[in-house]
Every structure is written in structure tokens, then in C-alpha cells.
Nanobody, 122 residues
Framework: HVQLVESGGGSVQAGGSLTLSCARS???????MAWFRQVPGREREGVAY????????YYIDSVKGRFTISRDSAKTTTYLQMNDLRVEDSGMYYC?????????????????WGQGTQVTVS
């Protein structure tokens, strides 16, 4: 079993920055760590993911060059550094882990989820 706890959300003006953190605990191995976001009435959208073993990363086009996913050396915390935030980046941000296979942005393939942290850009 894996537990994920997000933190770091908040309200910021357009052009500002936030750093989200995802603290991971549990003994079950995870292949991928990802950040998703969701706004009411829309499907959960993948933003960035990372392979835990190699630190290979991937981003959706709308955040490339602005967001950075990273982890600490102990692989217990995953971060999402968000710069130059836009109003359309607003939403509930979730951390997720995937235990097997390839990383993806298909939310239904992820096994474990955090409770979410709200990001509001105005």
C-alpha cells in the first residue's frame, strides 16, 4: 500500500510560481510518479510524470518550459515546480503513483492517489 500526501497549493497571481510537494510512504514499489490536475466538470488531466528509477520526465505541451517535476534523492518526495502560472493552470492538483508498466497520462492506470491540493491563479 502507498500513501501520498500533497502540499504547497495556494492562490497566486498570473506569472507567479508555486511548488507542490508529494510525500510518499509505504512499501509497495512505484514505477511512475505523476501530477494530474482537474477542474469541475472536466476529466482529470495529466500534467507531468517521472520514472522513479531513471528520473526520465515528460510534460504536456501547455506546461513545457514552465513546470518541472523532480524528486529528492531518497525518492520519498516528488515535486512540481510551477513557474509563469496562468489562469488556465488553476485546478485541484493530484499526485499519483503507478506500480507497473510504462508511465502515461491515463489516470485510470494509476494505483494510488493523494487527496489533492488546490491551485488558484488569478
Amino acid at each position: 500500500h502507498v500513501q501520498l500526501v500533497e502540499s504547497g497549493g495556494g492562490s497566486v497571481q498570473a506569472g507567479g510560481s508555486l511548488t507542490l510537494s508529494c510525500a510518499r510512504s509505504g512499501s509497495t514499489n512505484s514505477i511512475c510518479m505523476a501530477w494530474f490536475r482537474q477542474v469541475p466538470g472536466r476529466e482529470r488531466e495529466g500534467v507531468a510524470y517521472m520514472y522513479r528509477g531513471t528520473s526520465t520526465t515528460y510534460y504536456i505541451d501547455s506546461v513545457k518550459g514552465r513546470f518541472t517535476i523532480s524528486r529528492d534523492s531518497a525518492k520519498t518526495t516528488t515535486y512540481l515546480q510551477m513557474n509563469d502560472l496562468r489562469v488556465e493552470d488553476s485546478g485541484m492538483y493530484y499526485c499519483a503513483s503507478k506500480r507497473n508498466g510504462w508511465c502515461s497520462f491515463r489516470h485510470y492506470e494509476y494505483n494510488d492517489w493523494g487527496q489533492g491540493t488546490q491551485v488558484t491563479v488569478s
